[in-house]
């Protein structure tokens, strides 16, 4: 470095400077489009019952749900268990400062994204149940059982704070 005239300083900014290109780059060209394949992919199936025949099998491949027999008793994690823990999941810094670290966790998205689950599996296990008995016993039992998940969940994501405007990377489809 001493050579080309660098200080440690002025190599690291440059670094820094390449890193934050690269992140940009994949997040553009490479995460953002196959989230957006995905959900498109996975939408057009959920609304078509002759897609559904054509492709669930291969759904049961992509989301880890046929595996070797040998797994089956190994505490074998099927692919949609691992997205759903790394989409709620994280690790919190070491804070001595109690009231901060409360308002760091109260503030975090995955607790959002955990209460948008819970909605999602509340409302489809209402319409399911009625399927299998009366609706006003469904809705009992359901409001009951599912509801009490929801709520715990919407009570941990009550502070978070959305944001509205436009987003930096918006998931084009």
Known sequence: ??????????????ELRRLDRKKVYYLNNV?????ANIVY?????????????EFDDDLKDLFGLRYPED??????????????DAIIDWTERPIDDEEKLSSLR???LRLALMAIMQQVIYYKARTLS????????SNTIINDDFGRA???????A???RWEAGHPHRPTKF
């Open 158 to 160: 009550k502070s978070v």
């Open 130 to 137: 009625v399927q299998e008995m009366s609706e006003d016993i």
């Open 31 to 35: 995460i953002f489009p196959s989230m």
């Open 41 to 53: 992919f996975l939408e057009a199936i959920s609304k078509n019952p002759e897609l559904q025949e």
């Open 150 to 156: 929801w709520a715990w969940a919407q009570l941990f």
């Open 1 to 14: 470095m001493k050579e080309e005239g660098q200080t440690m300083a002025g190599h690291i900014d440059k």
């Open 106 to 108: 109260n503030s975090n």
């Open 71 to 84: 797994l089956k008793n190994r505490g074998y994690n099927p692919v949609i268990r691992r997205l759903t």
